[in-house]
């Protein structure tokens, strides 16, 4: 009863739609969320209890918002509505870092005095069209991107005075420029305007470097939680080679290195690979490599070179793994796999696929990593028959 009278609600939630599930208390949310997986991945195996939060809001580190102007001329900044590409105004989020809220409402009131406008995708004419906040919740660094629909950013130095003035936390300002008609926030070219165009955060003990551009597990108080159960269900050994596919800055692989003999990286972003790189130094990780490559075509790959993992630890992005990655890890038969998944739909599709060649369900662990959406995170772990 308890979660239900601690319930927020948000005043824009129905035109938002980015909380789905804000009708629910808290605890409704979880059983529904368990009922969900029961559904889809209880003929493999039976599925543990999901591990919920203990606070379940203001969660996210990373908080991206659009700008844009009304039609009667009022520049406005919010999320965009679900689906669709209209402008929610908002000026804080329940699920969103507060600090991260804050620093956005600021910058919309100081762009006035800039004389700085939002950009207009149909007239491709304007300013500012986005603004990416991250946070570091642990190391308190906070990395702010401005996003401009072109290069001309007029006093720039003056602008990024101004917002440190407001706010001296924040320890680097990235201007990023997007000028082209697409649906991604951010464009190729970046300048670093203050501070060094990154920001350390700290993971079960480790240091990762995180830019702009690369993927980063955005609630990292349930993301310890899920390391450490999928590094549980891994069970590895000093002898192990270990493989992390879909491997972001190397978070799981790093955290890992220590307890194996060897661990091999692979991940598609390179900027992110150049983040797993850089992140193995600053840990003194010196039995880590990570390669810029297709997860499947690198499977394949090792499989020529006659390379093989003991352990594949797998955390594919919502799309779920290629053809030609499963095929390939069934080829190379490692004796574990924990499948680590954000979208169960796709996650179900795989497993069939790997249940079919040799493979067995052992364990299932839900985590509530998105509280207040339908979105759901599970690791399974499989053995090879
Ligand atoms: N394991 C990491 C990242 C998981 S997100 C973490 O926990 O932080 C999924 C990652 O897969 C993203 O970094 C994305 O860039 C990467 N990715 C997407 N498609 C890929 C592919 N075909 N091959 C390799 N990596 C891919």
């Known amino acids: 009863m308890a979660e239900k009278t601690n319930q927020k609600i948000c005043p824009q939630r129905k035109k938002c739609g980015g909380c789905q599930l804000q009708n629910m208390s808290y605890a409704e949310q979880l059983s529904f969320k368990q009922g969900k997986l029961i559904k889809l991945l209880g003929k493999f195996h039976r599925v543990n209890k999901i591990i919920g939060m203990e606070q379940p809001y203001h969660y996210r580190n990373k908080v991206q918002w659009a700008f844009g102007t009304t039609r009667g001329g009022k ?17 804080s989020c329940l699920l969103e870092d507060e600090k991260a809220d804050e620093i956005i409402v600021s910058i919309r009131k100081l762009l006035p005095s800039f004389k700085l406008t939002a950009y207009n995708e149909d007239t491709r004419r304007g300013f500012l069209r986005h603004v990416l906040v991250k946070r570091g919740f642990k190391s308190g660094e906070i990395m702010v991107v401005l996003v401009g629909g072109t290069n001309i950013f007029p006093r720039k130095k003056d602008f990024v005075k101004a917002l440190l003035k407001k706010h001296p936390e924040i320890t680097t300002i990235v201007f990023n420029i997007n000028d082209k008609k697409t649906s991604l926030v951010l464009g190729e070219r970046q300048e670093v305007l203050y501070g060094e165009g990154k920001i350390t955060e700290e993971l079960l003990g480790c240091r990762f470097r995180i830019s702009p551009q690369s993927f980063y597990q955005i609630n990292p108080k349930q993301t310890e939680v899920l390391y450490t159960k999928a590094l549980e269900f891994a069970d590895l050994k000093q002898s192990d080679v270990l493989l992390d596919a879909y491997c972001g800055i190397g978070t799981i692989g790093l955290i890992a290195a220590d307890r194996v003999g060897q661990v091999i990286g692979v991940e598609l972003n390179p900027a992110a690979v150049r983040d797993a790189r850089e992140n193995a130094k600053l840990n003194g990780t010196k039995n880590a490599a990570f390669y810029c490559a297709d997860a499947g075509e690198f499977m394949l790959r090792l499989k020529e070179e006659g390379e093989a993992a003991d352990v594949v630890m797998m955390d594919p992005p ?36 790997l249940v079919k060649n040799g493979y067995k369900v052992k364990k299932i662990q839900p985590v509530d990593m998105f509280s207040h959406t339908e979105h759901v995170e599970t690791i399974v772990l499989l053995f090879r028959q």
Do not use: M, W
């Open 75 to 91: 520049l406005i900044s919010g999320i965009f509505q679900s689906s669709s590409h209209r402008i929610v105004a908002v000026d």
């Open 318 to 353: 919502r799309a779920g793994a290629s053809k030609q990655f499963l095929h390939c890890l069934v080829e190379a038969a490692p004796a574990r796999v924990v499948y680590i998944s954000c979208n169960p739909e796709t996650q179900k599709r795989d497993l069939f696929y």
